[in-house]
């Protein structure tokens, strides 16, 4: 959508500049380019922030698993993004989904506890390297 809305723009301010020059007769062809090159731009910056978001996410989950908050063993995720991303799982998991969670307010917001899920649930690699 993002990609679609500044190609957009990009056309309708080029179609303004083309149609103040008075040489150029036939704007079309160099509003149709500008459209299309402005596409592929907003398309790569948009991959590249959709990459760096996705990486910040990985990075967040590792801490998780490497860290439990202890002492030695403190969480590198800056409180605000461990707040949003702890409130925003127990709404996304929601009443009867994760053991110990029955809160009958939706607009209670209870605690997620990191290590609520059994190490037995959790599938691991068994095979032994020899």
Avoid: Q
Avoid at 19 to 39: H, K, N
């Amino acid at each position: 959508m993002a990609k679609c809305i500044t190609a957009a723009l990009t056309g309708l301010i080029a179609l303004v500049i083309f149609r103040s020059d008075d040489s150029l007769y036939f704007y079309a062809i160099p509003v149709l380019l500008t459209v299309v090159f402005s596409y592929f731009v907003a398309h790569c910056v948009i991959s590249v922030f959709e990459m760096a978001v996705d990486t910040l996410f990985l990075c967040f989950c590792e801490d998780h698993n490497m860290n439990d908050g202890t002492d030695g063993k403190e969480f590198y995720a800056p409180e605000s993004l461990l707040k949003f991303m702890t409130e925003d799982a127990v709404d996304a998991v929601g009443p009867g989904r994760r053991p110990g969670y029955s809160s009958k307010d939706k607009n209670h917001k209870a605690p997620i506890e990191l290590n609520a899920i059994p190490e037995e649930s959790i599938p691991m690699n068994t095979a032994k390297s020899s």
